[in-house]
C-alpha cells in the first residue's frame, strides 16, 4: 500500500470533537466518513453506543468492547502486526459485515501507518464509465466467494446492487473466479485511483461506513497503536416531520409584508419602489429570490451591498408596518391544528411503534420576519423546531427550501431517514411541485391566494380548504406504520 498511488493524494481532513454528535453525523451519513479529535477510549466508547451497537472483538475482549489494534506477534491477523493491510471491508465473509469502523489512534508510529480510504462510490462510477464488462463481473455471485467465519467460503458479489453493499479483500479470505483474477490489476488500479491518505496524529481517527468504505494501511515502524470498535446501527426509529410555509397557510399579513418589503427598498436604494410598479409574483417566493428579481427589473446596481442592508433592516420595517396597524392574522383552522399537533407531540409513547412527531418551519420569510409574522397573529413560535427549519434569506427559491430542511433530518437521523416521513404543508402550486421533486408528502391547503379546484388538479397527497381539515390525513401519518415518502 503506496501512498503515491493514491490517486486523491494525501487528505487534510475537518476534525470535530467526539461530542460534536450532529456534525459527526452529517459527516458520516452524507459522506460515508467523519474523522474525529481530541478522543480517548471513553470518548469512543461513548460515541459507538450513541450510533449503536459495539461488536464482538475477534482476539481480544475488555469491557467496553474495544480491540487495541497494535504489533503483538501473540494475536491472530495481519492488523497486530506492521505490515501493510491492503484495502478491505472489515467481517467480509459476514452475511451482513458491522457498518461502522470507529478509530483512534492512541500512539503514533515513528514512520509509515498512514491510513488508506477508498470511496466505493466513485470506485463504482469509475468501473461503470470503462463499459468493459467489470461492473458485471463485480455484480455477479459467480465470480467471488468470501470465507465465513467457520471456514467455509461463500459465494457473494463484490458489489451488491440492492443493498450498495461493496465487499472486498485481497489475501486468503477472498475467492476469484478466473474471469475476474485476470481483471484483478485494472479493479486494483480503480481501487487506487480513487482513494486517498489521511495521517493520523493521536487523539485523531475516524468513522467509517464499512459498507461504503475500504480501509488500509501502510507498513510501519514504531510502537503504533489504535483503538477500534466495530458498531451495528441500532435499529431505525420512524419519525414524521411536519414543515409548514407561513404566508397563506398559518398566517396571512399582505398588507404588512407588501408596505415593509417595499418601504425597506426603497430606502435603501433612494428611489420608490412598490407593488404598484413592480411587476413581480410574489407568491411562493422567498425573500431573497423575490429580492434579486424587484432589484432588477429595477436595474438597481450594487445588488449585494443592498441584499446585506435589506437583511439587516427588514425585520425593523415589518414592526414599523405592524404599528401602522396592519395586521396579520391566522389562518382558519392553523391555531387549533397546531396545538393538536403539540398535543399529539407530546403524548408519544417511547415504548410504542408510534412514529416521533417533529414539526419545522418552511419558508420564504427571514428567520427574524417568520417569528414576528407568527408572533403578530397570536401563533406561539416553541412548538417549531427552528434546527431543521429553513428560511428564505438564505435560498433562492422554494425547491432548495425544502432540500435545505431534508438535507439537515438527513445528517440528524442517519439510517432513520430512511424510514421515515417529510410533510410539506403550503399553500400554493409551487409548494406542490417543490415539494414532489424533492421526494416529500405535501398538504395544499385552500386559504391562501389559490383555490381548491387550482391546487388539486396538482395532485397533492392531501388538499384541504382549511388547514384543520388536514387532521385526519396527518393523524394516519402518525400511526404505527410509516412508509418512506
Known amino acids: 500500500m503506496e501512498i503515491s498511488r493514491c490517486g486523491l493524494g494525501v487528505l487534510e481532513p475537518k476534525f ?30 461513548k460515541l459507538a453506543h450513541q450510533f449503536g451497537d459495539i461488536v464482538r472483538p475477534r482476539n481480544e475482549v475488555n469491557g467496553a ?29 459476514w452475511e451482513r459485515p458491522p457498518r461502522i469502523i470507529m478509530s483512534t489512534l492512541t500512539r503514533k508510529s515513528t514512520a509509515g501507518g498512514e491510513s488508506l480510504l477508498a470511496d466505493t462510490t466513485r470506485i463504482i462510477k469509475d ?52 474471469s475476474l483474477v485476470v481483471r484483478f490489476q485494472q479493479l486494483l488500479d480503480i481501487l487506487y485511483r480513487n482513494s486517498f491518505a489521511v495521517a493520523l496524529q493521536d487523539g485523531q481517527g475516524y468513522l467509517l461506513d464499512n459498507h461504503r468504505f475500504l480501509h488500509g494501511r501502510t507498513s510501519f515502524t514504531g510502537a503504533r497503536e489504535m483503538l477500534r470498535a466495530l458498531v451495528n446501527l441500532s435499529p431505525p426509529v420512524p419519525v414524521v416531520t411536519v414543515l409548514f410555509d407561513i404566508d397563506g397557510t398559518l398566517c396571512r399579513s399582505e398588507e404588512m409584508s407588501v408596505d415593509a418589503y417595499y418601504s425597506c427598498i426603497s430606502d435603501i436604494v433612494g428611489k420608490p419602489i412598490s407593488h404598484a410598479n413592480t411587476t413581480v409574483n410574489l407568491h411562493g417566493r422567498t425573500d431573497l429570490g423575490l429580492l434579486h428579481d424587484v432589484l432588477d427589473y429595477h436595474a438597481v446596481d450594487n445588488k449585494a451591498s443592498v441584499i446585506e442592508q435589506f437583511f439587516q433592516l427588514h425585520p425593523s420595517y415589518l414592526q414599523k408596518s ?158 404505527a406504520s410509516v412508509q418512506a415518502a
Open 65 to 93: 468492547g474495544i480491540s487495541n489494534i497494535r504489533f503483538a506477534p501473540s494475536l491472530a491477523g495481519k492488523g497486530y502486526s506492521s505490515e501493510e493491510l491492503y484495502f478491505h471491508t472489515d467481517r467480509s465473509g
Open 127 to 178: 468501473v461503470k464509465e470503462q463499459g468493459d464488462g467489470l461492473y458485471e463481473l463485480l455484480t455477479s455471485l459467480k465470480h467471488a466467494s468470501f470465507r465465513s467465519d467457520d471456514g467455509v467460503f461463500v459465494p457473494r458479489p463484490i458489489f451488491d446492487e440492492s443493498s450498495g453493499l461493496f465487499r472486498f479483500r485481497f489475501d486468503d479470505n477472498i475467492q476469484l473466479s478466473a
Open 16 to 45: 470535530h470533537r467526539p461530542t460534536s454528535l450532529e456534525a459527526i453525523q452529517e459527516d458520516f451519513y452524507n459522506k460515508g466518513v467523519a474523522f474525529i479529535e481530541g478522543c480517548d477510549e471513553e470518548s469512543l466508547t
Open 322 to 479: 405592524a404599528g401602522k396597524g396592519l395586521l396579520s392574522v391566522p389562518c382558519p383552522g392553523a391555531k387549533d391544528t397546531l396545538e393538536w399537533l403539540a398535543t399529539r407531540k407530546n403524548n408519544v409513547n417511547p415504548n410504542s411503534s408510534s412514529p416521533t412527531l417533529r414539526i419545522g418551519l418552511m419558508t420564504g420569510n427571514s428567520r427574524p420576519n417568520a417569528l414576528l409574522k407568527l408572533t403578530a397573529a397570536g401563533i406561539s413560535t416553541s412548538i417549531f423546531d427552528l434546527s431543521i427549519s429553513a428560511f428564505g434569506d438564505t435560498h433562492m427559491d422554494r425547491l432548495s427550501l425544502i432540500q435545505d430542511s431534508v438535507t439537515k433530518l438527513r445528517a440528524i437521523d442517519g439510517q432513520n431517514f430512511q424510514g421515515s416521513k417529510v410533510i410539506i404543508v403550503g399553500d400554493t402550486p409551487l409548494d406542490i411541485e417543490c415539494a414532489k421533486q424533492a421526494g416529500c408528502a405535501v398538504v395544499a391547503v385552500a386559504s391562501g391566494n389559490y383555490g381548491m379546484d387550482e391546487l388539486a388538479v396538482l395532485e397533492p397527497d392531501h388538499a384541504c380548504m382549511r388547514l384543520s381539515d388536514s387532521k385526519a390525513y396527518l393523524d394516519s401519518c402518525l400511526g
